[in-house]
C-alpha cells in the first residue's frame, strides 16, 4: 500500500495554567493526548466529538497555527514539526484551513478579491496584475460566486457566501489537504446544505483530502469516509463511516448516536443518557477518561488506559471490553 498522504502518531498538546501574584505554571490542560490517525489523498477523515474534546486543536496543530507538544506529524514523508521559515511557508501551499466563524475569519478592512489573492502574493503564484485578477475571478466562480464580488467588502455577504470566499481562499495556493474546523456549524441548516455539496464537488474535481472537524455526526455521516470519535484529548472509536454507524463499539459512540434525531416517526431510537458530567482536560481521570460516565465500566477501568485496538477489520476502538 502506498503512504498516506498525512499521518499523525501521538500527537499531544497541553496548555499551560498560570496563577497566583508571579503567574508560574501550577498544571495544565491536556487538550489533545496521544492522538492517532492518518489521511489518504482525496480521503475525508471525519473527526467528531463533544465541544471542548480537542478536535479543533487537533486540526490547528496539524498545520501548525497551534505548536504541538509532542508527537509526529508527517506529510508526504515530511515531519511537519521540524519545519521552519521557507519550509514551513512551502508547506502551507499543501495545508490549507477552513475556520469555522465566517463572520471572524475574514478581514473586515480589506476587499474580497484582496483577501482571497493574499496567498497568491505571498507564493508569488501570479505573474502580474491581469493574472491575479483572472485568477481571483476563477476562484470566485468556481465556488459560486460572482466576478464582480471581488469588489465587495465582508459585511456585504450573507454568512453561506463568507464561508464561499473562506474556501476560494483556501483553494488559492492549490492545496492537498484542508482542514476543515467546523465550516458549517455557524451557518443555517438550508445553508449548511450547500457548503457541503460545494466542498463534495471541490473535492471530485481537484483530488483534495479533507480533515472535518465537526460536532453534528449527521453531517459528518454524509461527507467522510472514515470516521474518528474524540473524548477528552483521546480518539476512542475510528473506522469506516457506515460501520461506525451503522454498529458502534465504544460506549461513548453509543450514546452520541442515540442522540442523533431520525427524520421517519415511525422509527424509535433508544435513548442513552449519560450521567455525570464531562470531567476537566486540566484534571481528567486516570485510567481510561470515560470511566466515570461508562454504563459498563469496570474497576480496571479506572487504573489503566485502553488502547486503541482494532476490534474487527478497519474498525478500531478504545475500550476494554469491547
Known amino acids: 500500500m502506498s503512504e498516506p498522504l498525512l499521518k499523525v502518531t ?3 498538546k497541553a496548555f499551560p495554567i498560570h496563577s497566583g501574584l508571579l503567574k ?16 489518504d489523498a482525496s480521503e475525508t477523515l471525519g473527526l467528531v466529538g463533544e465541544s471542548g474534546c480537542g478536535k479543533s486543536t487537533t486540526g490547528r496543530c ?8 509532542s508527537g509526529d506529524i508527517i506529510f508526504e514523508g515530511k515531519n511537519v514539526r521540524a519545519l521552519d521559515g521557507e519550509a514551513l511557508r512551502a508547506l502551507r501551499r499543501d495545508i490549507q484551513i477552513i475556520f469555522q466563524d465566517p463572520y471572524a475569519s475574514l478581514n473586515p478592512r480589506m476587499n474580497v478579491g484582496a483577501i482571497i489573492g493574499e496567498a497568491l502574493v505571498i507564493h508569488k503564484l501570479a505573474k502580474n496584475n491581469r493574472e491575479f485578477d483572472d485568477r481571483v475571478v476563477s476562484l470566485l466562480e ?11 467588502f465582508p459585511h456585504e455577504f450573507s454568512g453561506g457566501q463568507r464561508q464561499r470566499i473562506g474556501i476560494a481562499r483556501a483553494l488559492a495556493v492549490e492545496p492537498k489537504l484542508i482542514i476543515c474546523d467546523e465550516p458549517v456549524s455557524a451557518l443555517d441548516v438550508s445553508i449548511q446544505a450547500q457548503v457541503i455539496n460545494l466542498l463534495e464537488d471541490l473535492q471530485q474535481k481537484f483530488g483534495l483530502a ?4 465537526a460536532h453534528d455526526l449527521s453531517v459528518v455521516e454524509h461527507i467522510s469516509r472514515r470516521v474518528a470519535v474524540m473524548y477528552l484529548g483521546r480518539i476512542v472509536e475510528m473506522a469506516e463511516s ?3 454507524y451503522a454498529s458502534p463499539k465504544h460506549p461513548y459512540t453509543e450514546a452520541l448516536l442515540s442522540a442523533v434525531p431520525i427524520p421517519d416517526p415511525k422509527v424509535r431510537r433508544q ?11 486540566a484534571n481528567p481521570p486516570s485510567g481510561c477518561h470515560f470511566h466515570a460516565r461508562c454504563p459498563i465500566a469496570q474497576p480496571m477501568c479506572s487504573k489503566e488506559v485502553p488502547k486503541l485496538k482494532q476490534s474487527v477489520d478497519g474498525h478500531w476502538v478504545a475500550c476494554h471490553f469491547r
Request: glycine share 8%; net charge positive.
Open 271 to 281: 435513548r442513552i443518557r449519560l450521567s455525570g458530567e464531562v470531567p476537566s482536560p
Open 10 to 12: 501521538n500527537l499531544t
Open 210 to 213: 479533507y480533515l472535518f472537524v
Open 242 to 244: 457506515r460501520a461506525l
Open 62 to 69: 496539524v498545520l501548525r497555527l497551534i505548536e504541538p507538544t
Open 24 to 39: 508560574r505554571q501550577t498544571g495544565a490542560v491536556q487538550a489533545v493526548n496521544g492522538v492517532d490517525f492518518h489521511i
Open 142 to 152: 468556481t465556488v459560486g460566486l460572482k466576478a464582480d464580488h471581488r469588489t465587495r
